[in-house]
């Protein structure tokens, strides 16, 4: 996607690289097949409260099965928000959540994890979720946190409080996270607040998202409703993620998964406006396909999910709603060529479509394990597609038709102002891939990337500064975290 400069005088700004998958017939085609299956195939609703809710909007209710009709569909687009704004832990607002702003972060719930020290793949425990914290606070393309992380070593039932604590102890940036159940999300939101001063400091600058699903196909369950409507009714955003697959939760068709997943996204959206009109929301989730051959659910090898997301990303953009989507993700079970070619591609994929939340990076073994390695090379990948999809800059300065006249034929720009000027910040310039000539590099160790990543990995937790919270409000989650405990 490029814009024509005009003159070699006239001030221009570049523009962002970007793809479409899908044409505006197709989006509408697909938009009215979900509306299509709200009204006729309806959706099954667990919650009484969301049930009422829809009953009263003018939605057929028949037992569970709610038939929900376009206009309140339509409705529910009118009072969303098209854009939400997350802060930092200091209240200072860090991502927006609109338009094509794309920003990335790591995945949750891995049971299995690498150890950065001995390679051992093993279950994960509270100090991975630190160490996963303390890689985000310090990785430049680490826009938000998750925990990247379902904690073995803590009691069961409050591994989800025990990550939140990890993570708010941890860094300052933005947070996603889940709650088991709506009893520790409002522990959640309570140790949120604790942190940001107040409920309305939270609401009004919030640092932490929390996400619920559907079952899929059209199945929506009195927990999952009852987490999102609690975040509705206290002002804070709200993701909800359908996860279909292909040939098992969706239809054998990348059309007719996409249309699951909006049909699904939208009851939700229609529950939460009703709970609470105006309430930020963020729509999107995990569109993929089971390989029919494994049984597996497919992450980075599959470019039907690359391009399904795009879509997704897409119409969910075409409704003017912000996207959560999913990227640098990998079936392969170690950190390998393999991981490194599906990374790219769906990281790459990811930032094409412009989707806002893209989450997943750092995922192994299609969402079972996990390393501080697989955070640190998806850094670097995500800088490096950030430079393709940053496009170039076009302006006096860039053009240098004077620097190009004054060498003129024959010379080098070796030593030109303009060059030691521009250099650094017109080209990308790696941090752990390697340019050395092979004598160098052979010199250095002969060192491969993977080991690379691995010392980094070490280096950045050796060298980390935290920012720590004050006594008093680590002591309240303490207190909160303790209280739990008693009640469990």
């Known amino acids: 996607m490029w814009e024509n400069g005009g003159s070699a005088g006239k001030q221009t700004g570049n523009t962002t690289v970007q793809f479409n998958v899908l044409a505006d017939s197709q989006k509408e085609r697909i938009w009215q097949a979900a509306l299509e299956v709200l009204e006729q195939t309806g959706v099954e609703i667990y919650n009484e409260q969301a049930v009422n809710l829809l009953k009263k909007a003018g939605c057929h209710v028949d037992g569970r099965r709610v038939r929900i009709p376009p206009q309140a569909v339509e409705q529910a687009l009118t009072t969303a928000p098209s854009r939400v704004v997350l802060a930092d832990r200091y209240g200072n607002s860090r991502l927006f959540l609109e338009g094509k702003n794309t920003y990335f972060g790591p995945g949750p719930t891995n049971p299995y994890f690498y150890d950065v020290e001995t390679g051992e793949r093993r279950k994960v425990n509270k100090n991975d979720v630190m160490a996963v914290a303390k890689l985000v606070e310090d990785l430049p393309n680490m826009d938000f946190c998750m925990s990247l992380a379902c904690i073995s070593d803590v009691t069961p ?16 940036k933005p947070f996603v996270t889940w709650a088991f159940n709506e009893r520790n999300q409002q522990r959640i939101i309570e140790m949120c607040e604790v942190v940001a001063g107040s409920a309305e400091a939270l609401r009004r600058n919030p640092f932490v998202v929390l996400y619920s699903e559907p079952v899929a196909p059209l199945k929506h369950p009195s927990e999952s409703l009852g987490k999102m409507m609690y975040l509705a009714e206290k002002g804070l955003p709200a993701i909800y993620t359908p996860g279909v697959q292909g040939c098992a939760t969706g239809p054998a068709s990348l059309a007719g998964v996409l249309v699951v997943a909006l049909a699904d996204n939208m009851a939700g959206l229609v529950i939460h406006q ?3 009109e105006g309430a930020p929301y963020i729509a999107g989730g995990v569109t993929t396909n089971m390989d029919m051959a494994t049984m ?17 990303t897409e119409i969910i953009q075409y409704l003017e709603l912000p996207m959560f989507s999913a990227g640098g993700a990998s079936d392969s079970k170690v950190l390998d060529e393999q991981a490194a070619i599906e990374y ?20 192994l073994e299609s969402a079972m394990s996990s390393s501080l390695e697989c955070l640190v090379m998806a850094d670097e990948i995500i800088s490096y597609v950030r430079k393709i999809v940053g496009g170039i800059r076009v302006d006096d300065e860039t053009l240098a038709v004077d620097v190009i006249n004054q060498v003129g034929c024959g010379g080098h720009f070796l030593a030109e102002e303009h060059t030691f000027k521009n250099f650094k910040r017109e080209f990308w310039r790696p941090k752990i891939i390697n340019r050395e000539r092979y004598h160098t590099w052979e010199a250095g160790g002969k060192t491969t990337y993977k080991e690379r990543l691995t010392q980094k990995a070490r280096d950045m937790l050796a060298s980390h500064q935290p920012k720590v919270l004050p006594a008093e409000v680590q002591r309240q989650i303490q207190a909160i975290i303790e209280q739990a405990e008693a009640e469990a």
């Open 157 to 172: 039932c409050l591994a989800d409080l025990h990550e939140v604590q990890a993570m708010l102890l941890t860094t300052t």
């Open 274 to 276: 009703l709970t609470k």
């Open 296 to 312: 597996i659910h497919c992450y980075g090898s599959s470019p039907d999910f690359c391009v399904m997301q795009a879509a997704y």
């Open 344 to 363: 790219s591609l769906s990281i790459y994929s990811a930032a094409l479509s412009g989707a806002n939340l893209v989450h997943d990076v750092g995922f």
